[in-house]
């Protein structure tokens, strides 16, 4: 039996922090998911061609110490198995074949950018997006573009600020969970 609605949260996580972690605990609170699916980006090529992105593996290996405990989600290594960019509309239609709806939950800040997306006007037919607040961005839902904000207050964290802070053990403890710590630092060195 097919799952009734399916959440997608699908990110680069370089590394995953602890407001990606809030952004799926709020997901899951809202009662609208069988599931969350938290995909790790294979070829982030928006990302990658700007360089210093960690592999793959290690991405995924960090998600999966980040998320899976979490009630709800579950990590998939979908995107990284399939070569060639990553692309939210090829994990939609992979998604569609065992759930009859799925929801692409994004953060506020990248709601603008929607219409440029891989093949947007399919994936506008085919998606309803959940909202992340984010610090300092409001969201005005793209025209023809099937919106809701998810509540929760916006977490002040990107795994762009980790990447380029020297920050000691202590301070990461505060920023990211535990699990994810030892192997973030290991990769550093």
Not at 88 to 97: G, H, R, Y
Request: with cysteine; glycine share 8%; charged share 25%.
């Amino acid at each position: 039996m097919p799952l009734r609605r399916l959440g997608l949260f699908g990110g680069t996580f370089d590394p995953p922090h602890n407001g990606h972690v809030a952004a799926l605990c709020a997901a899951a609170a809202t009662g609208r998911f069988d599931l969350i699916e938290v995909t790790v980006a294979g070829d982030p090529y928006r990302k990658s061609a700007l360089g210093g992105v960690h592999s793959a593996s290690l991405r995924l290996e960090m998600a999966r110490a980040a998320f899976e405990h979490l009630a709800l989600v579950r990590v998939s290594d979908r995107e990284i198995n399939r070569p060639g960019p990553s692309y939210t509309i090829d994990t939609v239609l992979e998604l569609l074949e065992e759930s009859d709806d799925v929801d692409v939950l994004v953060g506020a800040d990248l709601v603008a950018q929607l219409p440029s997306w891989h093949r947007a006007d399919e994936l506008r037919e085919l998606v309803t997006v959940g909202v992340i607040p984010r610090p300092g961005a409001t969201f005005v839902a793209p025209e023809g573009w099937d919106c809701y904000e998810i509540a929760m207050e916006p977490v002040d964290l990107s795994s762009t600020f980790l990447r380029e802070a020297s920050l000691d053990r202590e301070a990461l403890k505060l920023l990211m969970p535990d699990d994810v710590i030892a192997i973030y630092q290991g990769a550093k060195e």
